[in-house]
């Protein structure tokens, strides 16, 4: 299903691709669907990057992040799926992703995925 939503990903040209800075988006409404309660959770998306060659339109994203208000998806899954799109569209030297979702039942839980590139310069 990830795929699908990949194609709702704009980027643009970094302004600055020689010169390694770091963006970062929070993205304090993020839904989904827990897959075995039904129930929604919301949390809040931290990414933080460094473009290669291409940035992440942030309209896009916001319209991406909406496709998994009814998506099914454990903590962990959905968390990384975000960051293969991600990553799979910007190309980025590094980039990391913290899902911090809101309390259910008392526990809360925190999941951090990371990407580097392998020539620490752009994406795969």
């Known amino acids: 299903m990830s795929a699908a939503f990949r194609d709702l990903l704009e980027t643009f040209d970094n302004p600055h691709p020689a010169r390694e800075y770091e963006i970062e988006t929070i993205c304090p409404e993020f839904t989904s669907v827990c897959p075995k ?34 998506h099914g998806a454990f903590y962990e899954d959905v968390t990384n799926l975000i960051l293969d799109d991600l990553v799979a569209v910007t190309e980025p030297r590094w980039m990391e992703l913290k899902a911090d979702f809101t309390p259910r039942g008392g526990l809360s839980t925190s999941v951090r995925v990371d990407y580097i590139s392998h020539d620490g310069q752009s994406g795969d």
Do not use: H, M, W
């Not at 291409?54 to 991406?64: A, I, P």
């Open 37 to 70: 309660t039904g129930q929604p959770d919301f949390g809040t998306l931290t990414i933080l990057y460094s473009p290669g060659a291409k940035c992440v339109e942030l309209k896009s994203l916001k319209l991406y992040l909406q496709q998994y208000r009814n």
